[in-house]
């Protein structure tokens, strides 16, 4: 095995690892997202009411701020939203990475798509991140401030970026195997 082969089997072990870690973190938010969005359907009011209460805001002038149980709602199938998509990310670099560790060439069909997935999968959290954070500003201070979210969209176009780089190593690496 070639030097360079060896160091990036090294290296997919380790980033295995930050992104098993990742994939916990994000399902855990996504079960909390849940469990809020249950608490806020299917309980009581006072049950209700005091879950309501751990939201209120104060503001730097002393006033507090109450979130309704309707807007709290939006703001937590948002959260769902965000978490769920972050989670198919890192599922899908992790398979990409998972199929290096084990010796197979990155220059695969499979990891191509994998990589277009997840720039669409980034233009979309850009689009649904930016409004939740615009949703939590307008529930928060009572303005609405959306913007575009501009790396967002760098991102999302550099990965594509990488996806054809990596379409383009399939072709090669097939005409390599062909070769052989």
Same mark, same amino acid.
């Given at each position: ?6 160091k990036?089997?090294r290296m997919?072990?380790? !980033?295995m690892? %930050? ?5 916990i &973190?994000? @399902? &855990?938010?996504? =079960? #909390?997202?849940l469990?809020?969005i249950? =608490? ?16 209120? %805001?104060?503001? @730097?002038?002393?006033? *507090?701020?109450s979130i ?9 199938v948002?959260?769902l !939203?965000? *978490?769920?998509?972050?989670? #198919?990310?890192i /599922?899908l670099?992790?398979?990409v990475? @998972?199929g =290096?560790?084990?010796g197979?060439?990155? /220059?695969?069909?499979?990891n191509t798509?994998r990589?277009?997935?997840i ?7 850009? +689009? %649904?991140?930016?409004?939740?954070d615009? #949703?939590?500003? $307008? $529930?928060t201070i009572?303005?609405l ?5 501009i !790396?967002? +969209? +760098? +991102?999302? &176009? !550099? %990965?594509y970026?990488?996806?054809?780089i990596?379409? $383009?190593g ?8 062909? *070769?052989?």
């Amino acid at each position: 095995m070639k030097p360079g082969q060896e160091k990036i089997i090294r290296m997919s072990k380790k !980033i295995m690892i %930050v992104l098993r870690l990742g994939f916990i &973190v994000s @399902n &855990v938010i996504a =079960i #909390l997202s849940l469990i809020a969005i249950g =608490i806020l359907v299917f309980s009581g009011e006072d049950t209700k009411s005091s879950f309501l209460a751990a939201f209120n %805001v104060t503001a @730097n002038n002393g006033t *507090t701020i109450s979130i309704e149980a309707r807007s709290l709602l939006i703001m937590f199938v948002y959260m769902l !939203i965000d *978490t769920l998509l972050i989670s #198919l990310a890192i /599922f899908l670099v992790y398979a990409v990475f @998972n199929g =290096i560790m084990k010796g197979l060439t990155p /220059f695969l069909p499979e990891n191509t798509a994998r990589i277009k997935k997840i720039a669409l999968i980034v233009a979309i959290l850009s +689009i %649904v991140g930016s409004y939740s954070d615009a #949703l939590v500003d $307008y $529930y928060t201070i009572g303005e609405l401030t959306w913007r575009i979210n501009i !790396i967002g +969209i +760098i +991102i999302t &176009v !550099i %990965v594509y970026c990488i996806s054809l780089i990596f379409s $383009y190593g399939c072709d090669l690496q097939r005409e390599s195997d062909e *070769t052989l």
